[in-house]
């Protein structure tokens, strides 16, 4: 069955590194998450889940505003693994992220299934 698995996270000095990884296995319609777009989201405490990157079936990253020039998302097909490495951590990047398989090419937005979440907290 599909599943997506987080792994990586945890406590963080304010302007340290931190690399996530989820993997997604399973078939849905006979499709692997190799044809796939895959993404990362992140919801802090009293806020709406925000996209932070995703990456679609073609390799092509795209990355929210508030993590530009620090984020880099990745993705092994061989591993069905997708990567979000974050560095210059701020108090702001603490928040439980989440993996996101869209049932897309392209759109990350597309129904899909979601990772149980992980804790990032840097610390201030």
């Known amino acids: 069955q599909v599943q997506l698995v987080e792994s990586g996270g945890g406590l963080v000095q304010a302007g340290g590194s931190l690399t996530l990884s989820c993997t997604a296995s399973?078939?849905?319609?006979?499709?692997?998450?190799?044809?796939?777009?895959l993404g990362w989201y992140r919801q802090a405490p009293g806020k709406q889940r925000e996209l932070v990157a995703y990456i679609t079936k073609g390799f092509r990253p795209i990355y929210a505003d508030f993590v530009k020039g620090r984020a880099t998302i990745s993705r092994d097909n061989a591993k069905l693994t997708v990567d979000l490495e974050l560095h210059r951590l701020n108090s702001g990047d603490t928040a439980v992220y989440y993996c996101?398989?869209?049932?897309?090419?392209?759109?990350?937005?597309?129904?899909?299934?979601w990772g149980q979440g992980i804790q990032v907290t840097a610390s201030s």
């Open positions: 996101k398989r869209a049932y897309d090419e392209d759109d990350i937005d597309a129904q899909g299934a």
């Open positions: 399973g078939k849905i319609d006979g499709i692997s998450a190799r044809s796939h777009t």
